[in-house]
């Protein structure tokens, strides 16, 4: 069974930077994308960024493009999402999905495993 615990989660002023794991355990394939989620109170949850190694693809948000990068260490079964520049509307709890299958998905519902969470607070 395939697990996903994410770390890194904090507080930060805007502007501030932070890092966020996600280590996979139980099972791992060639054909696994690994995405980053985030849902802020009374919102719904977005796709922020994907990671498909196999590929060699990676995806990002208009909102977060040129301030976040997602990468992967292979070697751990961990997938790392740089968040850097951050402002308040980041604020969220922050998960990461993993999708089997030939593509690397880009919404909630393509994705079938998830991990527990991670608050990302960002204040002014």
């Known amino acids: 069974q395939l697990r996903l615990v994410e770390s890194g989660g904090g507080s930060v002023q805007a502007g501030g930077s932070l890092r966020l794991s996600c280590a996979a355990s139980?099972?791992?394939?060639?054909?696994?994308?690994i995405g980053w989620f985030r849902q802020a109170p009374g919102k719904e949850r977005e796709g922020v960024s994907s990671i498909y190694p196999h590929y060699d693809q990676t995806y990002y948000s208009d909102s977060v493009k040129g301030r976040f990068t997602i990468s992967q260490d292979k070697g751990k079964n961990t997938v790392y999402l740089e968040m850097n520049s951050l402002k308040p509307e980041d604020t969220a709890v922050y998960f990461c999905?993993?999708?089997?299958?030939?593509?690397?998905?880009?919404?909630?519902?393509?994705?079938?495993?998830w991990g527990q969470g991670t608050q990302v607070t960002v204040s002014s």
């Open positions: 139980g099972y791992t394939a060639s054909n696994m994308c």
């Open positions: 999905a993993a999708r089997l299958g030939a593509y690397c998905g880009r919404f909630p519902y393509e994705f079938g495993y």
